[in-house]
């Protein structure tokens, strides 16, 4: 499937993107043209650390694509590098749905927001309020920072988050007086200073991991991430919403997502796995997207023949 390198601009700097046009016939396409899914990543993630997977099967399934990288992750530009603002991500996914709608052959009144992990979280703050955006798929999402962080507490310790803290106050500090920023690694074993330390999530997130991937963020993101409620946005999503659930998922709680989905009037879809099990070459990616692309049809397609999930 045709993949096409773009860039767009948000707020004063380039970012990268991948547009895939679709397969040349499409059950989705209307008078004004086809749907288009714009795709962001996770905590810290670069769209070639796992999602081409998706957005290839939605461009054959007849659905455009725009996956993009945020401002100072992969091939993006901008500075600081690897600094992650909740606010500042969530204006470059605005933006992003802006140059989507601007290219060929796409619809600019039906936007499909599509995220994972963090950008679960953005794609419902994103969506509120739009009457451009006809669908949003949200999986395994981070919608409440302060319930993701008690879910950590058992992994990780008291005395492990107090030292997170103040380390990334720390660093929150230095940038404001100019100085270089504390890094810390994305990913680490358990037990190791790192923002993930759960269980297999080392191996997991390596490997996805895409060339421009980086194993180390601004330390002051969880100062960021503590005040993030991306479930308040839920009830102002007009669109049909997708969300799917990891019932065992040590990243983001499971119950959480299941709230926030209540609010929004989701479907809902469980899976038996843990947070990086929807990810190809996992056992659940293949329900995962095949569910997504039978809700799109239904939703998107009329009365055309649906694709039946696994």
């Given at each position: 499937m045709n993949r096409q390198s773009v860039t767009f601009d948000s707020h004063g700097t380039a970012c990268d993107a991948w547009f895939f046009p679709g397969a040349d016939e499409s059950p989705f396409d209307g008078p004004t043209g086809r749907p288009v899914v714009v795709m962001a990543h996770g905590f810290a993630g670069t769209k070639d650390s796992g999602l081409e997977p998706y957005a290839r099967r939605f461009a054959e399934a007849g659905l455009a694509v725009f996956?993009?990288?945020y401002r100072g992750f992969g091939l993006s530009e901008g500075a600081p590098r690897q600094r992650i603002s909740m606010s500042a991500q969530?204006?470059?996914?605005r933006s992003a749905v802006v140059a989507a709608k601007g290219r060929p052959g796409v619809d600019p009144q039906r936007i499909i927001l599509w995220g994972i992990s963090q950008?679960?979280?953005?794609?419902?703050?994103?969506a509120a309020h739009r009457d451009d955006v006809c669908a949003v798929i949200t999986m395994v999402p981070m919608v409440n920072g302060l319930a993701a962080g008690v879910h950590h507490y058992p992994q990780v310790g008291a005395a492990s988050m107090l030292r997170s803290a103040a380390v990334g106050i720390g660093s929150t500090l230095a940038a404001k007086a100019g100085r270089a920023p504390t890094m810390m690694p994305v990913v680490g074993r358990?037990?190791?200073k790192a923002a993930l330390t759960s269980p297999g999530f080392y191996e997991d997130?390596?490997?996805?991991?895409g060339p421009s991937w980086r194993n180390e963020v601004d330390a002051s993101v969880g100062l960021e991430l503590g005040s993030f409620r991306a479930d308040k946005s839920a009830e102002a999503v007009?669109?049909?919403?997708?969300?799917?659930?990891a019932d065992f998922d040590q990243a983001t709680p499971a119950h959480a997502a299941a709230k926030a989905a209540f609010k929004a009037r989701a479907e809902v879809r469980h899976y038996p796995c843990d947070h990086f099990d929807v990810f190809a070459g996992n056992d659940w990616f293949e329900p995962a997207v095949n569910h997504q692309i039978?809700?799109?049809t239904r939703h998107l397609a009329g009365e055309r023949t649906q694709v039946t999930a696994r």
């Open positions: 996956a993009f990288d969530a204006d470059d996914y950008s679960g979280g953005h794609a419902l703050v994103v358990p037990g190791e997130y390596l490997a996805i991991a007009d669109a049909p919403v997708l969300m799917q659930i039978d809700f799109l």
